[in-house]
């Protein structure tokens, strides 16, 4: 693309496409350079951050050269002094990019503005949890625990606070991601693993701050949100395409030992219940803590609690049916791998070149070292292939991505505050190379919930983190829709939740109502999961209750019914870099009402699914894109676009509205009978 730089009102323009990417004049400066001092304290993957600046610098002096690769841009304080900052402006196929060329040295703190509209909206940032449209807030980008309650406002996230450091906020995430679409039809990406803070509350400008200086930021343009979406995805990568057996009905999250899940598939086959795969995470075995039952973090199987494991995985595939497990890339001190690791130099070291343990809550782990090539290749190859796809694993939840410590060595040298939020990236190409070196991509899978930029090129699967199990408007029901929605537009095409939440803390337990209206939501994603949760003795599973079992079998035979639709959703996500879950804006870019809306979405063009997130709802309200007729799932009901309605939407009829005239609508009517 062409881009122009013009002269205007005594300053500078950047322009591309029609759009003003950057404005600067003496008097509004776009850059601002600094020194700061951080304050980083981690506890259990929570972190506390302040920032003491003690200098921001303007630099209200700009010096254009032009040549025919493209020019550079030359900031300082004012004329005649020296350069502080240098900028290459470079054309690329779908945008521009400005590239870093020279910073002065002593800056940390890198402060940049771009233009923006009154009426602008901007989406992304990651995965975000509370807001889908950023603009009105900041946004700390930095991978962690997003914490219990995410509001600081409720006695849950006190109660949080106060007991384990972890009450979090509505910024707080797993997966952030140094990048933003605006509604002007853009993406900013700044290639940088630092601690950032994108500020959207300013009424004319962005301001994006950084703690190291971005090796460049890249603006990247289309016509439509469409075509945008799939240039963005393209830039990232794109996942491989969703195995089809998991169309084949729900995920049974499962974590009692071989004769529970047993017994639990033996009653899901007696109620019609279609099941595409066990999940038993304590296949490693189990240990006891305050926090809840957590598992043995030594990932091998362990006969005592799955005795007749491998006869059982052949069995089951005899079925279609599959089994998954769980791992991350700690190592518990009391396991035979951590042992293994460290005679051959596969972990992280303290400072002092010493052994390095993470508290895990009543069990230390040492950190498995991704940026030394050989443990790398010794986990995908002990870990990933021998103990887990040779024993017959069809897959795994690959957690806890956002858990590096920030004063540890690596073995590549790098400072681990700029390794932080690079490390889910590094995850997941592990977790994806062992895959890949055995023939299973595509078929095998795995899911992460930590995620940084270029995460999509090898993680094949999202999943949401771990919610409350409540309605709770931060940490809840309606967050998961929303971290469906902002990921998917950086190019996370598969998004999933964990059936009925999983923390349960403080009195919090899940109800059945709960459970059912969760079920009803994952239905129209890519597929379905339960979880006991972190006390599953304390709250409600479905198999406990006939009438929620007989629900939640009926969903997920509506789930089956929809796998050639899905199956076609994920042909886009690879050829087109589309999200299954939608925001309506994407199809319906001349309605700006859809532009906020985040707890509704369209699973594919033809679909609209609003989620009752609320208890003792028996109607719910949705609003309806202008420019087609919407027909009713289970009434039948006719609704011009263009407007908010309101539908009986009792347990087992979630509002879902087909649009009228699609090619699909006799079909998608029919799923209601």
Sequence with gaps: MQFSLDQENGGLALRCAGRLLLRHAAQAPCVFVGQGRERMDMYRGNFDIEDYVEERTALRHLALTQDEQGATLTFARHVGDAPQLVLRVQAQPHGVHLLVQHAAPGWNRLWLRLPAEQDEHVWGCGEQMSYFDLRGRHFPLWTSEPGVGRDKSTHLTWQADVTAKSGGDYYHTNYPQPSFISSQRYCLHAETTAYADFDFRHADFHELQFWAMPERLEFMLADSFIDLVGVVSARFGRQPRLPAWLQNGAMLGLKGGEEHARSILAQAKQHGLAVSALWCEDWVGLRQTSFGKRLFWDWRWQPQRYPDLKNWIADLGKENIRFLGYVNPYLCNDGTLYQEALRQGFLATSMDGGAYLVDFGEFDCGVVDFTNPAAAQWFEDRVLRQEMLDFGLSGWMADFGEYLPIDLRLHNG??????????????????????????????????????????????????????????????????????????????????????????????????????????????????????????????????????????????????????????????????????????????????????????????????????????????????????????????????????????AAPIGQPPVFVRQGCAQQVFFLSLAN
């Design 414 to 647: 790098v400072d681990a505050r700029l390794m932080h939020n690079a490390w889910p990236t590094l995850w997941a190409e592990v977790n994806a190379r062992a895959i890949e070196s055995s023939g299973k991509t595509g078929d095998a899978t795995f899911f992460m919930r930590a995620g940084y930029t270029g995460v999509q090129a090898h993680c094949p699967l999202l999943w949401a983190g771990d919610q409350s199990v409540d309605f709770s408007r931060h940490d809840g029901l309606q967050t998961v829709i929303c971290g469906a929605l902002s990921s998917g537009l950086l190019g996370n095409a598969y998004h999933h939740s964990d059936i009925g939440g999983y923390t349960s803390l403080f009195g919090n337990l899940r109800t059945a109502e709960l459970f059912q209206r969760w079920t009803e939501m994952a239905v129209f994603t890519s597929m379905m999961r339960t979880h006991e949760g972190n006390r599953p003795d304390e709250n409600f599973q479905f198999y406990q209750d006939d009438q929620v079992f007989a629900h939640f079998a009926r969903m997920t035979r509506l789930h089956v019914a929809l796998a050639p639709t899905i199956a076609a959703l994920a042909d886009e996500a690879v050829t087109l870099g589309l999200p299954l879950q939608r925001p309506l804006f994407l199809h319906y870019e001349h309605d700006r009402a859809t532009y906020a809306i985040q707890d509704q979405y369209l699973f594919g063009p033809d679909l609209l699914v609003a989620p009752v997130h609320a208890a003792g709802a028996t109607r719910w309200s949705a609003y309806l894109p202008q420019g087609h007729a919407w027909v009713h799932l289970w009434s039948g009901a006719v609704f011009d676009g263009g407007q908010r309605v309101e539908v």
